[in-house]
DNA sequence: CGACGACTTGACGTGTTTCAAACGAGGTGG
DNA sequence: CCACCTCGTTTGAAACACGTCAAGTCGTCG
């Protein structure tokens, strides 16, 4: 991992994405909610990174464990053309980086400005080498990460663009302090290479569902969810 | 979008798959390798499953652990519309079943006629709790199979029939006895829904990297692989 | 106001799916 | 021993969903 701190290059000119009010508060109480979560607060360093700033790359080794406290992080793997594949996007109070490889299989980098608690594995592992309930919290954690991935892979395998849009609408829903309005940290381009998609048909499928009263679309990054249940059902 | 009924009848006439006796020592010696392999060994009852058999459903409580004796294994998901979703195929001296959700997330039916080792998961949790490395190899093992996900999820998300076939391949053929020649124990259809492709598609993409003289199918079941380079290549 | 980046929309091309038929290896029965 | 059936697989032709390329809109900021 590197210590990095502006990574930022360019454009600082977009407004920087703004935690909903009602979120931070519940991210804030997050904090001390489940063993490992607890544990990682009291053991973890503090980090800022900037919007699209490298939190550690693909192939570095595997020293320290993430929770994120503000912002949002991606996680992904590029292809030696380019074609980019998001494995998992992370809001605040979520774990990631625990794959138990000592090196990195993905990237991670910030979608928006974030901070970011840094804990050492290997004193993480100590500590679960002492106390049993610790270790199974990571077992835990990393079976829960399986858990979210496999969904994933359901639905790249054998969704079309119309349902993979709802999966992942219904999936941000779920975890958003307003259920019913969404308010999106990330651009088009990362829910297209989370989804498999290209840009053009996220967006297009989009305005569809806005078509068919499904959504609302005050911006283009804050969804309302008008027919939550149209959409359940899309998400066969 | 495909709607696919599965076809494929429980009945039997169709000759067994028969574990090629190189690789059936292999999966002999495979049982005393590594901490928890040989702890499952210990402490597991040996099942039979007939081709086809369930060994778990999706939302069964997941009290068991399981590990392939002999034969082949798929996990598997279900959409309501029939379509199916393989997230893994296991083989002599694989261990499944290990998300550590209360309940399946999954199904999972024997491939062939198999053999498997199943172990009850509180005996092992009890075992972890007091074996720090007991405890160790279970989040290992489980951040395995999170490796394998995520890397069937960047085929899924991102690759095009070819590519995601020459993955298939390099895949199964790192886990053959003879590296060189592969043998199949799955039908087209398994691998198609473990792909995210139709059944056309692998067959066409089998019989056209049969004429690009990068593999070849002396029966459709046994995969020669003649051009390891090119498949690398396609494999991104 | 003008420039820039993110997003949307349109027209067109194509890879994969769909639907349908033929093939071929194994097993069965006459 | 050969005709015949079955089931997995292959092949063909046509349809369609999504990708590609390109232009246009919108909101933000200098």
């Given at each position: 991992m590197q210590i990095q701190v502006?990574?930022?290059?360019?454009?600082?000119?977009?407004?920087p994405y703004v935690q909903p009010a009602a979120c931070a508060i519940s991210a804030r109480n997050r904090r001390f909610n489940g063993k490992v979560g607890s544990t990682l607060d009291m053991m973890g360093a503090a980090m800022s990174f900037s919007?699209?700033?490298?939190?550690y790359g693909e192939?570095?080794?595997?020293?320290y464990i993430y929770k994120v406290e503000s912002g949002a992080v991606r996680t992904y793997k590029l292809l030696d053309d380019g074609r980019r594949q998001i494995s998992a996007f992370y809001l605040p109070g979520d774990v990631f980086?625990?794959?138990?490889?000592?090196?990195?299989?993905f990237s991670a980098e910030a979608v928006t400005t974030s901070t970011v608690l840094v804990v050492r594995r290997s004193a993480l592992v100590a500590l679960a080498a002492r106390q049993n309930d610790v270790a199974n919290e990571l077992w835990t954690l990393t079976a829960s990460a399986l858990g979210k991935v496999q969904n994933l892979m359901i639905t790249l395998g054998r969704k079309n663009a119309q349902e993979r849009v709802a999966a992942f609408l219904l999936e941000m829903s779920g975890r958003a302090c307003d259920k019913h309005t969404i308010e999106l940290p990330m651009s088009r381009q990362d829910i297209a290479d989370y989804l498999g998609l290209t840009i053009e048909t996220v967006s297009r499928t989009f305005t569809q569902l806005e078509n068919d009263a499904t959504i609302e679309l005050p911006t283009s990054r804050r969804v309302v969810l008008r027919d939550r249940g149209a959409l359940k059902r899309l998400n066969a």
């Open positions: 502006l990574t930022e290059s360019i454009s600082s000119k977009n407004r919007r699209n700033g490298e939190i192939g570095e080794a595997a020293d980086g625990l794959e138990a490889a000592s090196n990195h299989y």
